[in-house]
């Protein structure tokens, strides 16, 4: 959805966040079909700065889609898949 929506756009980058080890990065994104790059958080630190928790400790609780503006400003986290407020957010950060 993203790729046929923004593939392409110019000041459009995506990344994906991988926690652990980059030997396990390459085998995680290529089964998965990733193509995009990959940040490998070993040191956890990506994880430590953007983590939402809800009291309990798990992937569900991670933020699965970050928009940074292009000032650099966080613009929209959400935990939940919702296609449509993801391309707004993306819309609106590119129209900055």
Do not use: K
């Not at 490998?40 to 983590?51: H, L, P, Q, T, W």
């Amino acid at each position: 959805m993203i790729q046929e929506n923004f593939g392409g756009t110019e000041g459009f980058v995506r990344l994906w966040v991988y926690r652990g080890q980059a030997s396990q990065a390459s085998g995680w994104a290529a089964l998965w079909g990733i193509a995009d790059p990959v940040l490998c958080d070993e040191d956890g630190s990506v994880n430590n700065a953007y983590f939402i928790g809800s009291g309990e400790e798990g992937f569900a609780m991670n933020p699965r889609h970050y928009v940074i503006g292009r000032n650099g400003a966080l613009v929209y986290v959400s935990t939940q898949v919702a296609p449509g407020d993801l391309v707004a957010a993306i819309e609106a950060a590119l129209a900055e």
